[in-house]
């Protein structure tokens, strides 16, 4: 049974930073592309960030230059971190593999406010 265990997300002010981190059990991240996700209520989910098995990376036009995707394959576990944070970063952060997904974990609240 796969589990996907987000954390590191919490309050920061705008222009702060946050680094998320995504365990996984019952699956190996190893070869495998993943990926952060957002989603606030009422609105769809929106790919964040995403990294193939062979380290190549794409951001969404509104983090790009502010968030950075890692992935440690040894700990199976990976990473976004994110700096210059605005209000509008301010959502509930996934993390997931890519096509297929699995089942959703329960996600980590990010809250940029002043």
């Known amino acids: 049974q796969v589990r996907l265990v987000e954390s590191g997300g919490g309050l920061v002010q705008p222009g702060g930073s946050l680094r998320l981190s995504c365990g996984a059990s019952?699956?190996?991240?190893?070869?495998?592309?993943v990926g952060w996700y957002r989603q606030a209520p009422g609105k769809q989910r929106e790919q964040v960030a995403a990294?193939?098995?062979?380290?190549?990376?794409d951001y969404a036009d509104s983090v790009r230059g502010r968030f950075t995707i890692s992935r440690d394959n040894a700990k199976n576990t990976m990473y976004l971190q994110m700096n210059s944070l605005t209000p509008e970063d301010s959502d509930v952060y996934y993390c997931?593999?890519?096509?297929?997904?699995?089942?959703w974990g329960q996600g980590t609240q990010v809250t940029v406010s002043s």
């Open positions: 990294i193939t098995g062979g380290g190549w990376t």
């Open positions: 019952g699956i190996t991240f190893s070869g495998r592309a």
């Open positions: 997931n593999t890519v096509r297929p997904y699995q089942l």
